[in-house]
């Protein structure tokens, strides 16, 4: 189906079809030739290090910045040069979203509402992200985590179909991290796309059925977090403790034979035996060169 401005509605195959996006800003290439390939109702995680490309990207997608290369389609169409309809059916989170402050979250998400055709109803919206009990407070006076959860209020009010997060959950406590992986969550179960950035890899795990793992502008690993970590992470490490007390370790895809192997060095027992499979930060790291960098 084609919409008044020649946009293709949600039959599109992909949600997010990207192909060898590129942006430079002067001398730094941000986006190097990334792909990717989002499917309707699923939750996918752009992770990477500071640096990495992501907001970038997710700008790219809103629309919100012109790229160097590349062919991307959002929904069907290309965020540079769709139109009103377009942007209405694509809900947008970012950083440091500036709702008037002076307003109560009431008026603010009823404020919003106006701003597109088919609105979510401003009262379940406020519900949804768990501010019923700040409805009638100020914008101004909201914590941290409550003003992040506010902005996603404001990024599900027009009802969209994808919705874009770049880094939502970046100066959460924990607590108020998990509450907002329980939103994302309800959200997905709704039926919407998510594309969320992060640099959180637990946050990734916690909630993206697919990710990309981006560094230096390029997607260095992608898949489902479990099979990322299957793939990347079949070596373990055996570590033990060497007569004399030193600490040894070694990096072997083959741990039970370097642990028969130890059995007969020791006769018996070995000291501090450790036998560490990879996990998904170990392979991250690896992939993402911080390796031995992160504390
Ligand atoms: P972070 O997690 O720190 O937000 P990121 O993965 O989102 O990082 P980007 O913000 O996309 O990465 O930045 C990618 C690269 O492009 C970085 O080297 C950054 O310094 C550079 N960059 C980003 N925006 C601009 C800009 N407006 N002008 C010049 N360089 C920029």
Redesign the pocket.
Known sequence: MTTQDGTTTGTHRLAVDVRGLRKR??E?T?VDGIDLAVRHGEVFGIL?P???????TVEILQGNRARDGGEVRVLGSDPATAGRAWRSRVGNVWQDESAPVELTVRETVRQFARYYPRPRDPQDVIALVGLQEKAASRVKSLSGGQRRRLDVALGVIGDPELLLLD?PTTGFDPDARRQFWGLIRRLADEGTTIVL?T?YLEEAEALAHRLAVIAGGRVVAEGEPAALRRRHGTEATVEWTDPDGTPRGERTATPTRTVAELTARFDGEIPGLRVKRPSLEDVYLRLTGTEGGAP
């Open positions: 800003y002067g730094v941000a990477g500071n640096g990495a490309g992501k907001s970038t880094e950035t640099h």
